[in-house]
T-cell receptor, first 107, second 113 residues
C-alpha cells in the first residue's frame, strides 16, 4: 500500500516564485511526518519535521490531518533550493519515504 | 568528520554470488539502518538495528541478512544475489529512533547480472 505519495516527479519554478511540493499520506493513527532533501553531490539530509514546527531555509510544512497532507512551502524560491525532496512518515517503528520530487529553480 | 561511510561504492555481481556491504559511522549513534532505492521509488527500509548486537526487520527484509557486532558498524549481506536485488543501497544512522534525524551515507550502487 502506498503510504506516502508525492504526485509530482518534477517541479520547475522561476527564482522568486512561490513553491509548494505536495505530499499526501495514508496511514491510521498519528504518524510523524518529515521532509528530507538531497542537494546535488550531497547526501540525503533532514530538512524539517512537523513536530518541530520550525522554518528551515525559508521552508515550512503544516500537517493537515483532515486532508492527510504535509505539503512543503516556500514563498520565494531561490536557485540554491534546487534539489530532490522526499516526504517521509514514521509510525510504530516503521519508516516510509515517498518517491521524491525534483525541484528545479530557474534563474 | 566522515559521518556515515559505505563500502564499496559500486559493485557488479553475478546471480548466485554473495557479498557484504559495510556501513561505518563515527557519531556514536545507537540506531543504524539499511535502505534500498529502486528507480522511481522512495527508499525502503530493509533492516535496522537499535544497538550493538540487535537487529530487526524493516519493510523489505527478504533475501538479506544483517549484523551489528560493533556499535559503529552495520553489515548488510546478500547470501545468493538475485537480479531483483539490483538497486542503490543506503545506510543511515541516528542517535535514537527512526523518528530522529537520520544521517545518510553516499550509497552503494549494486548490479546483479
Amino acid at each position: 500500500a502506498q503510504r506516502v505519495t508525492q504526485p509530482e516527479k518534477l517541479l520547475s519554478v522561476f527564482k522568486g516564485a512561490p513553491v509548494e511540493l505536495k505530499c499526501n499520506y495514508s496511514y491510521s493513527g498519528s504518524p510523524e511526518l518529515f521532509w528530507y532533501v538531497q542537494y546535488s553531490r550531497q547526501r540525503l539530509q533532514l530538512l524539517l519535521r512537523h513536530i518541530s514546527r520550525e522554518s528551515i531555509k525559508g521552508f515550512t510544512a503544516d500537517l493537515n490531518k483532515g486532508e492527510t497532507s504535509f505539503h512543503l512551502k516556500k514563498p520565494f524560491a531561490q536557485e540554491e533550493d534546487s534539489a530532490m525532496y522526499y516526504c517521509a512518515l514514521y509510525n510504530f517503528n516503521k519508516f516510509y519515504f515517498g518517491s521524491g520530487t525534483k525541484l528545479n529553480v530557474k534563474p | 568528520n566522515a559521518g556515515v561511510t559505505q563500502t564499496p561504492k559500486f559493485r557488479v555481481l553475478k546471480t548466485g554470488q554473495s557479498m557484504t556491504l559495510l556501513c561505518a559511522q563515527d557519531m556514536n549513534h545507537e540506531y543504524m539502518y539499511w535502505y534500498r532505492q529502486d528507480p522511481g521509488m522512495g527508499l525502503r527500509l530493509i533492516h535496522y538495528s537499535v544497538g550493538e548486537g540487535t537487529t530487526a526487520k524493516g519493510e523489505v527484509p527478504d533475501g538479506y541478512n544483517v549484523s551489528r557486532l560493533k556499535k559503529q558498524n552495520f553489515l548488510l549481506g546478500l547470501e545468493s544475489a538475485a537480479p531483483s536485488q539490483t538497486s542503490v543501497y543506503f545506510c543511515a544512522s541516528s542517535y535514537s529512533g527512526l523518528n530522529q534525524p537520520q544521517h545518510f551515507g553516499d550509497g552503494t550502487r549494486l548490479s546483479i547480472l
